[in-house]
């Protein structure tokens, strides 16, 4: 199944926000990669976090990811207006060899 | 840098058949998986597939049998088609390079987005 992300989460300018992740025994709490999308209004999705805490060439360190268990979660720190998009986890499915997405969250900043 | 370059018919009438194809520039084709995500208006990113140089793939199972992949990896390209379109296949398509090793096998790479509408 896919795995689980709140609609939505607010912060103000200079603040930190938390998206959190909930998947299963199956995928993350399998021990599958978690990563993280950034997608801007009209643009593809770019990576923002992979292997549940890297960063690609070009992501500010604002950005970082943990896990626990069948849980993963994404912070964003020094709230910049720019930030406000959707995010997306990704994980993977082992026993249905199926990449997995999140619902998304929208970040309002 | 890797870059992937999509295109095909943004408009398919009820139960025909969506295609898109995607190129790849810049990079080792037989190195990486190539996939195939889209996003229905209103709703996430939701994986389709996936496809290596040797045509080995993997589908999403909750689309069956509807969706094929195909590769040709002579001119670095994969193609994506959609069987017995409905409304609720209109969305965004993307290509992507990945799962990658290079990234722990996220999806590193995406093509630009073809919008595509299901509609007589």
């Known amino acids: 199944s896919d795995l689980s992300q709140p609609p939505s989460v607010s912060g103000a300018p200079g603040q930190t926000v938390t998206i959190f992740c909930s998947g299963s025994i199956t995928d993350i709490g399998a021990g599958s990669d978690v990563h993280w999308y950034q997608v801007l209004p009209g643009s593809a999705p770019k990576l923002l976090i992979y292997g549940t805490s890297k960063r690609p060439s070009g992501v500010p360190a604002r950005f970082s990811g943990a896990r626990s268990g069948t849980s993963a979660s994404l912070a964003i720190s020094g709230l910049q207006a720019d930030d406000e998009c959707f995010y997306y986890c990704q994980s993977y499915d082992s026993g249905q060899r199926a990449v997995l997405f999140g619902g998304g969250t929208k970040v309002t900043v | 840098q890797v870059q992937l370059h999509q295109w095909g018919v943004g408009l398919v009438k009820p139960a025909e058949t969506l295609s898109l194809t995607c190129a790849v520039y810049g990079e080792t084709f037989t190195d990486y998986y190539w996939s195939w995500v889209r996003q229905s208006p209103g709703k996430g990113l939701e994986w389709l597939g996936e496809i290596n140089h040797r045509g080995i793939t993997a589908y999403n199972p909750s689309l069956g049998t509807r969706v094929s992949l195909l590769v040709d990896p002579s001119v670095n390209q994969f193609s994506l088609k959609v069987f017995y379109v409905t409304a609720s296949d209109t969305g965004v398509y993307y290509c992507?390079?990945?799962?990658?090793?290079?990234?722990?096998?996220?999806?590193?790479?995406w093509g630009q987005g073809t919008t595509v509408t299901v509609s007589s």
């Open positions: 992507a390079r990945g799962p990658s090793p290079s990234h722990d096998w996220a999806l590193d790479f």
